[in-house]
Protein backbone atom coordinates (compact mmCIF):
# COMPACT_ATOMS: atom_id res chain seq x y z
CA UNK A 1 0.00 0.00 0.00
CA UNK A 2 2.69 2.47 0.70
CA UNK A 3 4.03 1.68 -2.42
CA UNK A 4 1.61 2.26 -4.12
CA UNK A 5 0.58 5.37 -2.36
CA UNK A 6 4.54 6.62 -3.26
CA UNK A 7 3.95 5.78 -7.11
CA UNK A 8 1.25 7.52 -7.70
CA UNK A 9 2.58 10.69 -5.62
CA UNK A 10 5.46 10.67 -8.19
CA UNK A 11 2.79 10.14 -10.92
CA UNK A 12 0.78 13.43 -9.66
CA UNK A 13 4.34 15.15 -9.59
CA UNK A 14 5.40 14.07 -12.99
CA UNK A 15 1.63 15.16 -14.57
CA UNK A 16 2.60 18.63 -12.60
CA UNK A 17 5.59 19.63 -14.32
CA UNK A 18 5.72 22.99 -16.09
CA UNK A 19 5.73 22.69 -19.96
CA UNK A 20 9.37 23.93 -19.58
CA UNK A 21 10.42 21.42 -17.09
CA UNK A 22 9.13 18.49 -19.25
CA UNK A 23 10.62 20.28 -22.45
CA UNK A 24 14.15 20.11 -20.38
CA UNK A 25 13.35 16.28 -18.68
CA UNK A 26 12.56 14.88 -22.21
CA UNK A 27 15.80 16.73 -23.31
CA UNK A 28 18.23 15.27 -21.16
CA UNK A 29 17.10 11.82 -21.41
CA UNK A 30 17.03 12.15 -24.94
CA UNK A 31 20.89 13.12 -25.01
CA UNK A 32 21.99 10.57 -22.63
CA UNK A 33 20.02 7.83 -25.14
CA UNK A 34 21.88 9.10 -28.25
CA UNK A 35 25.00 9.22 -26.33
CA UNK A 36 24.53 5.34 -25.02
CA UNK A 37 23.67 4.20 -28.54
CA UNK A 38 26.44 6.13 -30.60
CA UNK A 39 28.25 3.23 -30.67
CA UNK A 40 25.75 1.17 -31.68
CA UNK A 41 24.88 3.89 -34.84
CA UNK A 42 28.67 3.77 -35.73
CA UNK A 43 28.63 0.52 -35.85
CA UNK A 44 25.71 -0.03 -38.37
CA UNK A 45 26.89 3.08 -40.48
CA UNK A 46 30.68 1.19 -40.66
CA UNK A 47 29.20 -2.12 -41.99
CA UNK A 48 27.18 -0.16 -44.54
CA UNK A 49 29.85 2.06 -45.63
CA UNK A 50 31.42 1.25 -49.01
CA UNK A 51 35.32 0.85 -49.29
CA UNK A 52 35.57 4.16 -50.61
CA UNK A 53 34.72 5.98 -47.37
CA UNK A 54 36.63 7.01 -44.97
CA UNK A 55 35.14 5.22 -41.45
CA UNK A 56 38.00 7.45 -38.80
CA UNK A 57 37.47 10.51 -40.33
CA UNK A 58 36.42 13.67 -37.18
CA UNK A 59 33.85 14.25 -36.65
CA UNK A 60 32.38 10.89 -37.67
CA UNK A 61 29.77 10.26 -40.18
CA UNK A 62 27.00 7.83 -39.01
CA UNK A 63 25.08 7.45 -42.35
CA UNK A 64 27.01 6.24 -45.32
CA UNK A 65 27.08 8.51 -48.49
CA UNK A 66 26.73 5.05 -50.65
CA UNK A 67 25.14 2.69 -48.26
CA UNK A 68 25.67 -1.18 -49.12
CA UNK A 69 25.16 -4.50 -47.96
CA UNK A 70 28.35 -5.83 -49.82
CA UNK A 71 30.54 -6.26 -46.30
CA UNK A 72 27.36 -8.50 -44.94
CA UNK A 73 27.75 -10.53 -48.15
CA UNK A 74 31.17 -10.74 -48.01
CA UNK A 75 31.78 -11.84 -44.69
CA UNK A 76 29.09 -14.23 -45.22
CA UNK A 77 30.46 -16.08 -48.10
CA UNK A 78 33.83 -16.35 -46.98
CA UNK A 79 33.44 -17.50 -43.56
CA UNK A 80 31.15 -20.13 -42.24
CA UNK A 81 29.24 -17.65 -40.34
CA UNK A 82 25.86 -19.99 -40.66
CA UNK A 83 27.74 -22.48 -38.66
CA UNK A 84 28.87 -19.60 -36.50
CA UNK A 85 25.12 -18.94 -35.73
CA UNK A 86 24.08 -22.13 -35.35
CA UNK A 87 26.81 -23.12 -32.93
CA UNK A 88 25.93 -20.09 -30.98
CA UNK A 89 21.90 -20.72 -30.66
CA UNK A 90 22.36 -24.13 -29.95
CA UNK A 91 24.95 -23.40 -26.83
CA UNK A 92 23.01 -20.45 -25.95
CA UNK A 93 19.15 -22.79 -26.16
CA UNK A 94 20.92 -25.41 -23.90
CA UNK A 95 22.90 -22.65 -21.38
CA UNK A 96 19.21 -21.49 -20.75
CA UNK A 97 16.95 -24.52 -20.85
CA UNK A 98 19.74 -26.37 -18.30
CA UNK A 99 20.32 -23.00 -16.12
CA UNK A 100 16.31 -22.73 -15.20
CA UNK A 101 16.03 -26.08 -14.58
CA UNK A 102 18.86 -26.15 -12.36
CA UNK A 103 18.76 -22.98 -10.57
CA UNK A 104 14.70 -23.50 -9.84
CA UNK A 105 15.53 -26.58 -8.38
CA UNK A 106 17.96 -25.45 -6.32
CA UNK A 107 15.99 -22.56 -5.35
CA UNK A 108 12.87 -24.25 -4.82
CA UNK A 109 13.87 -26.39 -1.42
CA UNK A 110 15.94 -23.16 -0.02
CA UNK A 111 12.92 -20.90 -0.33
CA UNK A 112 9.91 -23.08 0.96
CA UNK A 113 11.24 -25.87 2.49
CA UNK A 114 12.17 -26.32 5.88
CA UNK A 115 15.68 -28.24 7.16
CA UNK A 116 18.50 -27.62 9.08
CA UNK A 117 21.72 -25.53 7.57
CA UNK A 118 19.22 -23.88 4.84
CA UNK A 119 20.33 -20.28 5.48
CA UNK A 120 23.93 -21.51 5.98
CA UNK A 121 23.98 -23.48 2.32
CA UNK A 122 22.39 -20.30 0.77
CA UNK A 123 25.00 -17.93 2.39
CA UNK A 124 27.83 -20.10 1.45
CA UNK A 125 25.85 -20.22 -2.55
CA UNK A 126 25.86 -16.26 -2.74
CA UNK A 127 29.25 -15.85 -1.21
CA UNK A 128 30.22 -17.45 -4.30
CA UNK A 129 29.35 -14.31 -6.75
CA UNK A 130 32.43 -12.62 -5.40
CA UNK A 131 34.99 -15.03 -6.92
CA UNK A 132 35.75 -13.88 -9.91
CA UNK A 133 35.85 -16.46 -12.81
CA UNK A 134 39.52 -15.82 -13.73
CA UNK A 135 40.09 -17.51 -10.40
CA UNK A 136 38.17 -20.86 -10.98
CA UNK A 137 38.68 -20.91 -14.82
CA UNK A 138 41.61 -23.49 -15.04
CA UNK A 139 39.81 -25.97 -12.14
CA UNK A 140 36.83 -25.83 -14.59
CA UNK A 141 38.94 -26.41 -17.24
CA UNK A 142 41.01 -29.67 -15.71
CA UNK A 143 37.34 -30.97 -15.47
CA UNK A 144 36.28 -30.20 -18.30
CA UNK A 145 39.13 -31.76 -20.16
CA UNK A 146 39.01 -35.14 -17.54
CA UNK A 147 35.17 -35.25 -18.48
CA UNK A 148 35.70 -35.44 -22.46
CA UNK A 149 34.04 -32.28 -22.86
CA UNK A 150 36.72 -30.69 -24.64
CA UNK A 151 35.01 -29.25 -28.59
CA UNK A 152 31.81 -30.10 -27.30
CA UNK A 153 28.54 -27.90 -27.08
CA UNK A 154 28.25 -29.55 -23.89
CA UNK A 155 31.94 -28.31 -22.62
CA UNK A 156 30.98 -24.69 -23.83
CA UNK A 157 28.24 -23.90 -21.38
CA UNK A 158 29.39 -26.27 -18.21
CA UNK A 159 29.95 -23.38 -16.51
CA UNK A 160 26.67 -21.46 -17.20
CA UNK A 161 24.67 -25.13 -16.04
CA UNK A 162 23.74 -23.03 -13.06
CA UNK A 163 24.57 -20.02 -11.54
CA UNK A 164 24.46 -18.61 -7.79
CA UNK A 165 23.01 -15.31 -9.29
CA UNK A 166 20.08 -17.75 -10.98
CA UNK A 167 19.59 -19.36 -7.66
CA UNK A 168 19.11 -16.33 -5.58
CA UNK A 169 16.95 -14.33 -8.00
CA UNK A 170 14.72 -17.36 -8.53
CA UNK A 171 14.66 -17.74 -4.28
CA UNK A 172 13.41 -14.23 -4.11
CA UNK A 173 10.94 -14.85 -6.33
CA UNK A 174 9.62 -18.14 -4.93
CA UNK A 175 9.44 -16.50 -1.75
CA UNK A 176 7.17 -13.70 -2.84
CA UNK A 177 4.68 -16.83 -3.99
CA UNK A 178 2.01 -16.30 -1.22
CA UNK A 179 1.49 -19.63 1.05
CA UNK A 180 -2.29 -19.82 0.08
CA UNK A 181 -1.45 -21.18 -3.02
CA UNK A 182 0.87 -23.75 -1.81
CA UNK A 183 -1.19 -25.13 0.95
CA UNK A 184 -4.62 -25.30 -1.75
CA UNK A 185 -2.26 -26.98 -3.90
CA UNK A 186 -0.95 -29.99 -0.93
CA UNK A 187 -4.77 -30.32 0.35
CA UNK A 188 -5.58 -31.48 -3.80
CA UNK A 189 -2.69 -33.85 -3.05
CA UNK A 190 0.38 -32.49 -5.00
CA UNK A 191 3.51 -33.59 -4.67
CA UNK A 192 6.45 -31.57 -4.33
CA UNK A 193 7.31 -31.82 -7.62
CA UNK A 194 4.10 -31.30 -8.89
CA UNK A 195 3.92 -28.07 -6.61
CA UNK A 196 7.32 -27.02 -8.19
CA UNK A 197 6.13 -27.05 -11.85
CA UNK A 198 2.06 -26.46 -11.60
CA UNK A 199 1.95 -23.92 -9.42
CA UNK A 200 5.38 -22.37 -8.73
CA UNK A 201 7.12 -21.95 -11.86
CA UNK A 202 4.03 -20.08 -13.47
CA UNK A 203 4.12 -17.71 -10.50
CA UNK A 204 7.25 -16.69 -10.77
CA UNK A 205 6.99 -16.45 -14.88
CA UNK A 206 8.66 -12.38 -15.02
CA UNK A 207 11.65 -14.11 -12.50
CA UNK A 208 12.34 -16.78 -15.53
CA UNK A 209 11.94 -14.05 -18.17
CA UNK A 210 14.92 -12.28 -16.46
CA UNK A 211 17.02 -14.83 -15.76
CA UNK A 212 16.69 -16.03 -19.19
CA UNK A 213 17.58 -13.21 -21.11
CA UNK A 214 20.49 -12.48 -18.78
CA UNK A 215 21.95 -16.20 -19.72
CA UNK A 216 21.52 -16.17 -23.18
CA UNK A 217 23.14 -12.57 -23.28
CA UNK A 218 26.02 -14.01 -21.42
CA UNK A 219 26.18 -17.12 -23.52
CA UNK A 220 25.45 -15.52 -26.52
CA UNK A 221 28.74 -12.83 -25.91
CA UNK A 222 30.92 -14.88 -23.82
CA UNK A 223 34.51 -15.16 -25.89
CA UNK A 224 37.10 -16.37 -23.21
CA UNK A 225 36.23 -19.76 -22.07
CA UNK A 226 35.10 -20.67 -25.75
CA UNK A 227 38.50 -19.83 -27.01
CA UNK A 228 39.93 -21.63 -24.05
CA UNK A 229 37.49 -24.96 -24.53
CA UNK A 230 37.54 -24.79 -28.23
CA UNK A 231 40.12 -25.04 -30.71
CA UNK A 232 37.76 -26.69 -33.89
CA UNK A 233 36.74 -24.30 -36.19
CA UNK A 234 33.45 -26.36 -36.43
CA UNK A 235 33.00 -25.60 -32.88
CA UNK A 236 33.35 -21.79 -32.79
CA UNK A 237 30.58 -19.43 -32.20
CA UNK A 238 29.75 -16.61 -33.30
CA UNK A 239 32.45 -14.30 -31.00
CA UNK A 240 35.29 -16.45 -32.20
CA UNK A 241 33.62 -15.91 -35.00
CA UNK A 242 34.15 -11.87 -35.49
CA UNK A 243 37.57 -12.39 -33.99
CA UNK A 244 38.82 -14.67 -36.58
CA UNK A 245 37.97 -11.47 -39.19
CA UNK A 246 41.26 -9.73 -37.99
CA UNK A 247 44.00 -11.84 -39.28
CA UNK A 248 47.69 -11.41 -39.24
CA UNK A 249 48.48 -9.11 -41.85
CA UNK A 250 45.19 -7.05 -42.76
CA UNK A 251 42.22 -5.95 -40.88
CA UNK A 252 39.08 -4.86 -42.53
CA UNK A 253 37.07 -2.41 -39.98
CA UNK A 254 34.02 -2.64 -42.34
CA UNK A 255 34.09 -6.67 -42.58
CA UNK A 256 34.19 -6.76 -38.70
CA UNK A 257 31.94 -4.18 -38.23
CA UNK A 258 29.51 -6.26 -40.43
CA UNK A 259 30.28 -9.84 -38.71
CA UNK A 260 29.51 -7.67 -35.65
CA UNK A 261 26.21 -6.32 -36.21
CA UNK A 262 24.82 -9.84 -37.40
CA UNK A 263 26.48 -11.27 -33.84
CA UNK A 264 24.23 -8.47 -31.97
CA UNK A 265 20.87 -8.63 -33.98
CA UNK A 266 19.67 -11.83 -32.68
CA UNK A 267 20.47 -10.55 -29.10
CA UNK A 268 18.80 -7.26 -29.64
CA UNK A 269 15.26 -8.89 -31.23
CA UNK A 270 14.98 -11.50 -28.42
CA UNK A 271 14.66 -8.54 -26.00
CA UNK A 272 12.62 -6.74 -27.91
CA UNK A 273 10.45 -9.79 -28.08
CA UNK A 274 10.43 -10.97 -24.33
CA UNK A 275 10.62 -7.62 -22.69
CA UNK A 276 6.74 -7.43 -22.78
CA UNK A 277 6.96 -10.81 -20.73
CA UNK A 278 9.14 -9.23 -17.92
CA UNK A 279 5.77 -7.88 -16.04
CA UNK A 280 4.63 -8.43 -12.62
CA UNK A 281 2.39 -11.33 -12.11
CA UNK A 282 -0.42 -10.87 -9.41
CA UNK A 283 -0.51 -14.04 -7.84
CA UNK A 284 -1.97 -13.15 -5.08
CA UNK A 285 -4.64 -12.08 -7.20
CA UNK A 286 -6.60 -15.77 -7.04
CA UNK A 287 -6.18 -15.58 -3.15
CA UNK A 288 -9.13 -14.62 -0.82
CA UNK A 289 -8.38 -12.93 2.10
Given at each position: ??????????????????????????????????????????????????????????????????????????????????????NSTVVAVLAVSL???????????????????RDLIFSVIVSTI????????????????????????????????????????????????????????????????????????????????????????????????????????????????????????????????????????????????????????????????
Amino acid sequence: MKLRLKTQGVGRRARGLRPYETLLMYGLLSAIAIIMLFPLFWLIGTALKSPTENIFQFPPQLLPSQPTLQNFITVWQTNPFGSYLFNSTVVAVLAVSLNLLFCSLAAYPLARLNFRGRDLIFSVIVSTIMIPFQIVMIPLYILTVQLGLRNTYLGIIFPEIASAFGIFLLRQAFQGVPKELEEAARMDGCSELGLWWYVMLPSIRPALMTLAIFVFIGSWSDFLWPLIVIDRPEYYTLPLGVASLAGTFSLDWRLIAAGSVISIAPVLLLFLFMQRYIVPTEVSSGVKG
